[in-house]
Nanobody
Framework: QAQLHESGGGLVQAGGSLSLSCAAS????????MGWFRQTPGKAREFVAA????????MYADSVKGRFTVSRDNAKNTVSLQMSNLKPEDTAVYYC?????????????????WGQGTQVTVSS
């Protein structure tokens, strides 16, 4: 069973930057697309970014486009989310996930395994 572990969350002021990392194990990492989602209390988990198995394709939610960058290192089994110009509305628990099948990238149901999440808090 795939295991994912996020790190790098924390507290940052608006306009600041933060980098999240997700380490994967128990799977052939370079075969699969990876995604980042976020969730706030009482709301559904929402798509943030995704990256194809090769890293050549990336996708972003409109709300983070131009501010967040997703990347991966297949040699290290890690996927990263570099976040800049952070806004208070970016405050959430951020999750990485792996997509074992084929199909879409934008919905939680497209992904099979999830990390435990890391809290990002942006103060105004």
């Amino acid at each position: 069973q795939a295991q994912l572990h996020e790190s790098g969350g924390g507290l940052v002021q608006a306009g600041g930057s933060l980098s999240l990392s997700c380490a994967a194990s128990q799977l052939t990492f370079e075969h699969y697309a990876m995604g980042w989602f976020r969730q706030t209390p009482g709301k559904a988990r929402e798509f943030v970014a995704a990256i194809t198995w090769s890293g050549e394709g990336t996708m972003y939610a409109d709300s983070v486009k131009g501010r967040f960058t997703v990347s991966r290192d297949n040699a290290k089994n890690t996927v990263s989310l570099q976040m800049s110009n952070l806004k208070p509305e970016d405050t959430a628990v951020y999750y990485c996930a792996v997509r074992l099948g084929t199909g879409g990238y934008y919905y939680p149901g497209d992904y099979e395994y999830w990390g435990q999440g890391t809290q990002v808090t942006v103060s105004s």
